[in-house]
């Protein structure tokens, strides 16, 4: 078989070091990391006065902290339930006592985007802040955590390509575990995409719209480019992917992750739309 021919997968440990009886593993690290520079970008944004309609932004520095607490909260809590609802209910409601142990692997990205939604909105209607200020100021942050998620996907060799005979493609071994009637098969590094798209590019492109167009001067418009970006890279990353086996909404050539970004897309669109309408409207001018 020429599959056996390809890339080797470089089977990283997914343990980054331990600290006694402490393994601290590198999707762990890779959350902390993307929460972290997201926080100290969003500090930016905050501080480049310039950036915001009338030079002034949604709220100071000081509340910051509080922002990354109740986004981390809503990643967390909206990941994990997002994974158990959307990709493994029958499994998890038979075994609810394995609902909270994050630590055997489980999580959403749409459900931390609803969690991590509802979170922002929380946080600034209990401040009196703009929610979709709010919300523009977080997802123009949000790719850098998924470029770091998806490079911890990549280390655990998890979320694996499909079967592939590209030059790049390697054999994952969790793939044995899951489709052992077709491995060994190498398969698209389906992750690195995904970083790619939903990380590096879409990062870049909000990045052009704040600093270049005037993006956050337009309540919505930031959030709203985000959804649709992130909506097509996983759409387009899906026709690379592996399906979630078994899942409902895996229909011909189509998957559940591209169903689910379905209402990402149409809110996108929706949102940038209202968008500019909002900043063409006689009271916005004047």
Sequence with gaps: MIWLATLSFPNIDPVAFSLGPVAIKWYGLAYMAGLLIG??????????????????????????????????????LGGRL????????????????????????GMSFHGALVGSALAIVLFARSNG???????????????????????????????????????????FPQAAQLHPDVEPAARHPSQLYEAALEGLVLFVVLRVMTHRFGALQRPGLVSGTFLLGYGLARSIAEFFREPHEGHPLNLGPFTAGQFYSLPMIAIGIILIIAARKAASSPKALA
Excluded at 57 to 73: I, K, N, Q, S, W
Excluded at 136 to 165: H, M, Q, Y
């Design 39 to 76: 926080w100290a970008y969003v500090r930016h944004l905050l501080q480049s006065t310039a950036l915001w309609a009338g030079g002034k932004a949604p709220f100071g520095l000081e509340r910051v902290d509080d922002l990354l607490f109740y986004v981390t909260l809503g990643v967390i």
């Design 82 to 105: 997002g994974f158990v609802v959307f990709y493994e209910p029958s499994y998890y409601f038979s075994h609810p006592a394995d609902i909270p142990a994050v630590w055997k692997g």
């Design 129 to 171: 802040y703009s929610a979709l200020s709010t919300m523009d100021l977080c997802t123009a942050a949000n790719p850098i955590g998924l470029f770091f998620g998806r490079l911890a996907n990549f280390i655990n060799g998890e979320l694996f390509g499909r079967v592939s005979d590209a030059p790049w493609a390697m054999v």
